[in-house]
């Protein structure tokens, strides 16, 4: 068995003999059923006070609000691993369904990210400001984009709010219906990880980070540290647009035969930096 557990082949075929895609659509159904618990008390004029009164008067509203946060979480990390799964497996993806599951990559990151935002906390009005800024640095599109996605600066939290709970959840079902469509939820089969989900949220809440004052540096959202940390450096056209958009263009062109062996190293080169410029901003 210690052989076995050794030899790559093996680990190979039972990695992609486990259901990540199965267990990503469980996480996601998890996620959508208790953000709709939550979007019945929120209320994005008063979006601080809103989070805290879940935590407080909404029944078992701490865990509501933990069981969406993490669950959330899980979904993008289980789409990224099946999404490997698929690539290493050699399965037949065409090129343009492929080219829609990479799409809808930004778009699960944008729904994490305006979750943040909507908790109007610390963490999240910085990563706010920040994430307009972006946008607005684009040449000639940057309002238009503004518009579309945050408006922070007049409309307060209403557009992010409605993107969260209605426009990038369309914008991501068109870009992955064709993919998700192949898989069903059996739950007797996913009952471990709904169990263990079910008890990490009742024993460890949701982040929440309090206003203070005096206060220079604020770390974002996990995924988020390796941009901001870049921000330091370079202007935010290049950094929070530029720079992620490359490696998009790395995963999409990953299919073809000519350019796969560059794209895998510019995915490896591209993570590395990252996780560098994660780890300097993690011990600001």
Sequence with gaps: MILKALDSGYLKKKFLQFQWGGNSLVALCVSVFSGIVLSLQYNPAEPYFSVNSIDIMLPFGAFWRSLHFYSSQLFFLLSLVHLTAIFISGYHIQLTNWLRLIGSLPVIILLLFTGYVLRADATGESAGIIAENIVLSVPYLGNVSNELLFAISTEGLKRVYANHMIGLCVLWLVLSWDHVRRYSVVWRQHGVLLVGLFVFCLLLDA???????????????????GMQEL?????????????????????????????????????????GGYSVLTFFSLIR
Excluded: C, D, N
């Excluded at 982040?207 to 540290?225: D, K, N, R, S, T």
């Excluded at 263009?249 to 080169?269: D, I």
């Design 207 to 225: 982040p929440m980070e309090p206003h203070h004052p005096g206060v220079f540096h604020i770390a974002g959202p996990w995924f988020f540290l």
């Design 231 to 271: 921000l330091r450096y370079i202007q935010p056209f290049w950094a929070g647009i530029v720079f992620p958009v490359t490696l998009l263009a790395a995963l999409a062109v990953m299919l073809s035969e000519k350019w796969r062996r560059y794209a895998v190293a510019y995915v490896f080169v591209w993570l």
